[in-house]
């Protein structure tokens, strides 16, 4: 069903010629990630959304892997899971909108109890938040007396309230040293445990959790692609497994692949992540080439344009999280942010 026929007091999504004129120079910025036929349906929501957003005084956060139209078109924040939290944790608006997966929408609402925070659809999830129960973490502690357990912050409120400190790909090897043992347990993405344990004296005890994205990868597609492309540049995110980033050039964060582009300004560029991330790091570097392998996440895909409308024009999906879960979990994500700081 088309948003406008959903009731009354939704906007007009007609593409008229001044919604074309308006909308002009973002779709110049975005011309050679978005085909002009999706356009006329991309851009009246587009602009619906944005006005929206100030009538109830709200703001989208975007995770890198959202579309370019997202990302570009109406977050006013993008960024890593790192970034996300802590501008979480500053955002001044009544409704936070999270355009990513359900962690990152709980994250969102663990630093910012006080505000509507909503998720555009409930089915966002993450197959590494969905590997690794509560009751796991309790085993592994009676497995491992004492040794503190560091949660990826692609986990449920529920695991984060059993851990001991959050982080995220960006800050994994300084959290395990921040707790001054010799051994810490990594829950739940093992690739992430292993290349982390590859970084640092502190033994680091993996779990078995995988991304169903990055754990595709494999060292034979990257030397086909070196193989067909001379001089290319591969980048990996330490979701991969950890034979993919040695035969990488760097590894880091979504946010550090980002950089290490914007820096280094290679003549031709793999990602070796989620699909939309070359999409939309290619609209703010013109002169880089990205060859796309593309493994694409299907979670991260449930949120469109169409369903962030409906979130602000209805208070639709509104996460909220049991207080007794909340507390602790907030504890450890906020002592990440802390050491951050
Ligand atoms: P980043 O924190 O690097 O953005 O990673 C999040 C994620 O889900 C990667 O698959
Ligand atoms: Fe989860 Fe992997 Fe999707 Fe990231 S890419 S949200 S880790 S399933």
């Known amino acids: 069903m088309n948003i406008a026929q959903i009731n009354g007091l939704t906007p007009d999504l007609s593409y008229t010629p001044e919604i074309a004129d308006e909308m002009a120079p973002l779709y110049d910025k975005v011309k050679d990630v978005i085909p002009p036929v999706e356009w006329p349906v991309f851009a009246p929501l587009i602009r619906a959304i944005n006005q929206l957003k100030v009538e109830r005084h709200a703001i989208i956060l975007a995770h890198n892997y959202q579309t370019p139209e997202i990302f570009h078109g109406v977050a006013d924040v993008v960024g890593d899971s790192l970034q996300l939290a802590r501008e979480a944790a500053k955002a001044d608006a009544d409704i936070i909108v999270q355009c990513g997966v359900h962690f990152m929408a709980e994250t969102a609402k663990l630093l910012n109890p006080d505000k509507t925070v909503l998720i555009p659809d409930t089915g966002a999830g993450c197959s590494l938040a969905e590997s690794v129960t509560p009751a796991d ?44 043992t010799e051994r810490v347990i990594l829950v739940p993405d093992e690739f992430l445990a292993r290349n982390v344990n590859a970084q640092t004296e502190v033994d680091v005890i993996a779990f078995s959790g995988r991304c169903e994205v990055h754990e595709r990868f494999t060292v034979q597609e990257l030397r086909d692609y070196r193989a067909g492309h001379d001089g290319l540049k591969i980048i990996a995110h330490p979701e991969c497994p950890p034979e993919v980033l ?54 991260m895909k449930k949120i469109t344009l169409q369903n962030i409308l409906e979130a602000l024009l209805y208070n639709r999906h509104e996460v909220h999280i049991d207080p007794t879960i909340a507390a602790p979990a907030r504890r450890a994500v906020e002592r990440m942010i802390d050491l951050g700081r």
């Open 137 to 180: 973490i309790r085993d592994l502690r009676c497995q491992y007396p004492g040794v503190p357990v560091v949660t990826y912050i692609n986990t449920s409120a529920a695991v984060k309230a059993e851990c001991d400190i959050c982080c995220t790909s960006s800050n994994a090897v300084k959290i395990v040293e921040s707790l001054g």
């Open 246 to 299: 040695d035969e990488a050039d760097f590894a880091g964060s979504t946010a550090g692949m980002i950089k290490w582009v914007q820096d280094h300004q290679p003549q031709k560029v793999m990602m070796v992540t989620e699909c939309s991330m070359s999409d939309n790091v290619a609209v703010e570097n013109p002169n880089v080439e990205f060859i796309r392998p593309c493994n694409l996440c299907p979670h």
